[in-house]
Each structure stands twice: as structure tokens, then as C-alpha cells.
Nanobody, 115 residues
Framework: QVQPVESGGGLVQPGGSLRLSCAAS????????MAWYRQAPGTQREMVAR???????NYVHSVKGRFTISRDNAKNSVFLQMDSLKPEDTAVYYC?????????WGQGTQVTVSS
């Protein structure tokens, strides 16, 4: 299987927006709940948003109302629109299935929220 490729991260000021993209393996994506995870330095990786193949979504409390997950099943891609970003959103963001496939972590994309 090919590892996912995350992109779209960067440096943004508090209150700004970013849109993350993840290109996933078709064999992994098609029937899987896909999720975005993040890991800040010195912390454990946490799931922030997930989306079922049918479109059901769930978010961790800290990002509700600010982040929106979506997926394009035809392109085996999942996205994370992040608005009203806060410094505490700074982390490396990854996509994977839920539950995560142990061997399926990509390089991630760095998001830094700072003035």
C-alpha cells in the first residue's frame, strides 16, 4: 500500500484559515472511515475529525465549529478546512483510517499558528 500524502500546512496568524488535503490509497480509502489526527511536540497524537464513507462526521470538542472535514470519494481524498485557528492548533497533521492502520502513517503536514 502507498502511504497517504498530506499537504496544505503552513504558518498562519491566529484567526486565519488553512485547508489541508490528503491523497489516500484507493484500497484503503474506499470503505474506510477516514480521520485527521494531529500531534504537537511532547504530546500524544490525537484524532481531531473523522468522516465515514457515508458522510457522517465527528469532531473533538476543541475544534468543533472551527474545523470541517470532507472527502471526495472519486479522488480518494480527504480534506480539513480549518478556520479561526488558534496557537494551540499548532501541530503536525496526519490522515489515516479510524481506527488508524499502524503502518499507514504519512509524513504529515506542519501547521503553525503564530503572530
Amino acid at each position: 500500500q502507498v502511504q497517504p500524502v498530506e499537504s496544505g500546512g503552513g504558518l498562519v496568524q491566529p484567526g486565519g484559515s488553512l485547508r489541508l488535503s490528503c491523497a489516500a490509497s484507493a484500497s484503503i480509502f474506499r470503505l474506510s472511515t477516514m480521520a485527521w489526527y494531529r500531534q504537537a511536540p511532547g504530546t500524544q497524537r490525537e484524532m481531531v475529525a473523522r468522516m465515514t464513507p457515508g458522510g457522517g462526521t465527528n469532531y473533538v470538542h476543541s475544534v468543533k465549529g472551527r474545523f470541517t472535514i470532507s472527502r471526495d470519494n472519486a479522488k480518494n481524498s480527504v480534506f480539513l478546512q480549518m478556520d479561526s485557528l488558534k496557537p494551540e492548533d499548532t501541530a503536525v497533521y496526519y490522515c489515516n483510517t479510524l481506527p488508524p492502520a499502524p503502518g499507514y502513517w504519512g509524513q504529515g503536514t506542519q501547521v503553525t499558528v503564530s503572530s
